[in-house]
């Protein structure tokens, strides 16, 4: 696993031992960092069940201003901050030993731009991550959402946002929000 683009290409990422990380593959990574790529340039990511961060780090290293990681797990959250470090991204990231939906629903910052939801295949975190996400002041009005999953049905619409676009990779499904203009 590597970073595939911008000022960072090329350094390679880490993820923990073990299988409580499941990173993206280079493969659906780019995928999905091409149906985003005009709307990378500074804006505002957060990188939930980050894992070993490489999707927020990609955003960084492709000119996003600022990412936020989350993580329940404090050795994927270490891992996330050597490979930042790695790529030479520290200074433009926050790194957060949290539960995303805790995280969510205590947030007051600016709104995202950016977020990118891969919960672990074998919960059904995403639904209620999804009631959450929505229904906070959490995302600007433009907001993309990028949700990899495993064969997960998704609504076609969630409040303000809907679904633009769902792509398969074998079994691993990447549904695109974004919001009503």
């Not at 299988?19 to 990574?29: A, I, L, N, S, Y």
């Not at 780090?57 to 891992?79: H, K, Q, W, Y």
């Not at 030993?97 to 205590?106: A, G, L, Q």
Request: proline share 3%; hydrophobic share 40%.
């Amino acid at each position: 696993m590597r970073v595939i683009s911008g000022s960072a290409k090329g350094v390679p990422l880490k993820t923990i031992d073990g299988d409580r990380t499941r990173p993206t593959t280079d493969k659906v990574k780019e995928a999905m960092f091409n149906v985003i790529q005009f709307d990378i340039e500074g804006a505002r990511v957060l990188d939930a069940f980050a894992g070993s961060g490489a999707l927020g780090i990609e955003a960084l290293s492709r000119g996003a201003a600022e990412a936020v990681f989350l993580d329940t797990n404090r050795a994927a959250a270490a891992m996330i901050k050597k490979n930042l470090a790695a790529a030479k991204l520290s200074e433009n990231a926050k790194v957060y030993v949290s539960d995303c939906r805790k995280y969510i629903k205590e947030y007051r910052g600016e709104p995202f731009d950016i977020v990118f939801l891969d919960p672990p295949y074998d919960k059904e975190e995403v639904k209620d991550v999804f009631n959450e996400l929505f229904t906070c002041k959490m995302l600007s009005d433009t907001a993309i959402i990028l949700c990899e999953t495993r064969q997960e049905l998704l609504p076609e619409r969630v409040g303000s946002f809907v679904r633009l676009k769902k792509y398969v990779y074998g079994k691993i499904n990447v549904t695109v929000y974004v919001g009503e203009k």
